[in-house]
């Protein structure tokens, strides 16, 4: 499809001008406006992928060959065919766009190509950002009048003095039915193009009228710094409107997407690696303000799905870079009600979640304007987590001075343990929460694995299913090995795939890395590969779920842990050691097994065991010689 347009569209935008856009346009500062780009070595980058949720980073940026792909969901092109994507452009849109980045003046040929010819009609997405633009600098000329003196007077009330509004681009909506509509339609814009910009609406007689009228308002920008859409602030006791009124969804405002300051946090964002979460325009614009630069806001929606794709994309959120997502909110019922529903949220990010609570009950405007800028700062410095907050939350409502209280609060609070992501922070809070309660362990412990599993503490009276094997760390011996058998499957399978696939796959012990492997024989096993894209490809299609499907993006990218080339030697080695991790796992296990058994009351079960571990010993052995070439 992307060849296509682009043969249509070339016949209207020299070709000469389409190739010195694409050798004009840095393509890492592109994807940088939207995604944090770090070093993948080679001289390449990579980040979280734009378009679709991952949380390793499969999305690789080539700036020598100014090109871009995603090992997870396939998607690749170059600095134009990205803007298309990302943006939702037409191609001689995305060229604009680039052109006028790059200071660049297209020109434009007929069909025949015969003769230069001016600028065509822009596209969609240019006029309505146009249109916005206009209407930006026609707000911010009204909040000067004489009728704009309650937004004036709001602003000061706030502690914002007009060096602020300017900073913000706040302006006023006058107290006239079309006075915008009628200054954007003699710069040129049409009926048809303000109301689907959303800054005009037809009114009852047909007529085309403002869509906001006696409000302050705050223009709301995408992480470009385009202008979308705005809010808009009731002033008036006599508006019958909501207190805050936004602009409707339109092709460029998608309130679901959008997050008020982005366009100013997203550079301190990405270089702190935090992200501060308010509730309005006016905290977002006292926290920056008071110094706290990674504030944001939602636009007259809750915090959500797609907001959060956002954020993980600027704070590279991932296993290896975990960021900090830290919430606001007022202390009353409603704050307190909004803060467990981003609980829940919680397991979507990989980094660590906090929440800032006032003691005095004040959003962080208020805050700055009781207490200082200082105070703003000390509220996000005293962030406690999340997990903390919602633990104390739910116990709180029971009476813990009776046995019924206490049992309750467990069952209550039992399920938020079970869902903290990070599993060796369980214990710790298991124990937490017993201390808490005035409790002893075991019955809190039983409770929060009965939540994990599904089913109520003590159902059926039935004991409590014995552990299943430990599983490796991300960063353990075994671990580490299993990763690098994988990536050679995936980046070498010419020379790794007959001795990658005659290892099975019991000796793989990361439930991840398993699925990765099962993926990796469904698709026909390494040594029928050819490498490239496609078997990657492959491969990601055969994992049963998305876990495994963004690993196998970041292990076909990832170095392998050899220097130079690697050769028939080093994946044997490499082999080995991942077998002699497994063997003597279950050498241990074994052993175990073997010293609860009584040998003269069970000598035929004793000695069939011990010759299994004489068999497992010496295989061990060989392995460890044929490993001894180091990594």
């Not at 080539?62 to 803007?83: E, T």
């Not at 907050?389 to 046995?403: E, G, K, P, Q």
Request: net charge neutral; hydrophobic share 40%.
């Amino acid at each position: 499809m992307y060849a296509e347009e682009v043969a249509e569209m070339a016949g209207r935008i020299r070709d000469e001008d389409i190739a010195l856009v694409r050798e004009r346009s840095s393509i890492a500062d592109v994807i940088s406006e939207v995604v944090t780009l770090k070093s993948a070595g080679g001289g390449n980058l990579k980040g979280l992928c734009p378009f679709h949720d991952e949380k390793s980073p499969s999305f690789n940026v080539s700036p020598a060959r100014n090109v871009w792909y995603c090992f997870g969901c396939g998607a690749g092109g170059d600095a134009i065919k990205f803007l298309m994507d990302a943006e939702h452009l037409s191609f001689v849109e995305s060229v604009e766009r680039l052109a006028a980045r790059a200071g660049l003046q297209l020109q434009y040929v007929e069909d025949d190509r015969s003769a230069a010819r001016p600028r065509p009609q822009q596209g969609q997405r240019q006029r309505l950002v146009a249109a916005h633009a206009a209407a930006v600098e026609f707000y911010r000329a009204q909040l000067g009048t004489a009728g704009a003196r309650p937004a004036r007077e709001f602003l000061a009330q706030r502690g914002f003095d007009r060096a602020a509004a300017e900073r913000y681009g706040c302006g006023f909506a006058p107290d006239a039915w079309d006075l915008l509509t009628k200054h954007l339609r003699q710069q040129g814009f049409s009926h048809d193009e303000l109301v689907t910009a959303g800054l005009s609406r037809p009114s009852r007689s047909g007529t085309l009228i403002d869509r906001f009228r006696r409000r302050l308002l705050w223009p709301i920008r995408d992480l470009t710094g385009d202008v979308i859409g705005f809010g808009a602030r009731k002033l008036f006791a006599d508006d019958d409107g909501p207190k805050y009124l936004n602009t409707p969804e339109t092709p460029i405002y998608k309130k679901s997407h959008v997050l008020y300051g982005i366009d100013l946090a997203k550079r301190e964002i990405a270089k702190q690696g935090k992200v501060v979460v308010v509730e309005g325009y006016t905290d977002v614009m006292a926290c920056h303000l008071a110094g706290v630069s990674t504030a944001v806001a939602t636009c007259g929606t809750a915090f959500g799905t797609d907001h959060i794709g956002v954020l993980r994309r600027l704070l590279m959120d991932t296993d290896a870079v975990a960021g900090e997502i830290i919430f606001t909110f007022d202390g009353d019922a409603a704050g307190q009600k909004a803060a467990l529903r981003a609980f829940e949220d919680d397991q979507r990010f990989v980094g660590r979640t906090f929440i800032a609570v006032s003691p005095d009950s004040m959003d962080p405007c208020e805050l700055r304007l009781a207490k200082g800028d200082l105070a703003v700062r000390d509220l996000v410095a005293r962030r406690e987590p999340l997990v903390d907050f919602a633990l104390r939350h739910v116990i709180n409502r029971y009476d813990l001075d009776t046995v019924d209280g206490r049992v309750e609060a467990m069952r209550r609070a039992a399920p938020l343990v079970a869902k903290i992501k990070d599993r060796e922070k369980r214990p710790e809070y298991v124990r937490k929460l017993a201390g808490d309660l005035g409790m002893e362990i075991e019955p809190v412990q039983r409770a929060v694995l009965a939540a994990g599993s599904g089913q109520p503490a003590g159902a059926g009276g039935s004991a409590p299913a014995r552990p299943g094997p430990a599983v490796p760390s991300v960063d353990s011996p075994q671990s580490m090995v299993e990763r690098e058998a994988l990536k050679l499957a995936l980046q070498e399978p010419v020379l790794a795939g007959p001795m990658f696939d005659a290892v099975e796959a019991r000796e793989y012990r990361h439930p991840v890395h398993q699925v990765v492997r099962a993926a990796i024989a469904a698709a026909g096993g390494a040594a029928t590969a050819a490498a490239g894209a496609v078997w990657i490809e492959q491969v990601r299609d055969a994992c049963a779920d998305l876990a495994a499907q963004a690993l196998v993006g970041e292990l076909a990218v990832e170095p392998l842990r050899i220097d130079g080339e690697p050769d028939p030697r080093y994946v044997s080695i490499t082999m080995a050691r991942l077998q002699w991790g497994s063997v003597t796992g279950r050498i241990k296990d074994l052993k175990s097994k073997i010293q609860r058994i009584n040998p003269v009351s069970n000598k035929d079960e004793y000695f069939a065991l011990f010759g299994e571990l004489l068999s497992l010993e010496q295989h061990a052995r060989a392995l460890r010689e044929q490993a001894a070439g180091g990594l």
